[in-house]
């Protein structure tokens, strides 16, 4: 049985093809996983190339400055 997305298809695995080791083992089959990962390495990989926030930047200049003045 497969579920169809566009020009994607997952497989859909039965219950009954696990037996007991469902509840302990669940598995997506490899074509599944390596989708997924691709679209995670995608999504991070658009999330890093976007630039720091000034606010976080002034809030790590700020936290770097108490962090020296606590050694002191």
Do not use: C, H, W
Request: net charge neutral; hydrophobic share 35%.
């Amino acid at each position: 049985m497969t579920a169809d997305k566009g020009n994607k298809s997952a497989r859909v695995l039965r219950e009954d093809d696990f037996g007991d080791k469902l509840a302990s083992d669940p598995k997506l089959d490899t074509v599944s996983q390596k989708r997924i990962g691709d679209q995670l390495r995608a999504m991070y990989d658009d999330l890093v190339q976007q630039p720091v926030p000034d606010r976080f930047k002034d809030l790590l200049a700020a936290l770097e400055g108490k962090g020296a003045e606590t050694k002191k």
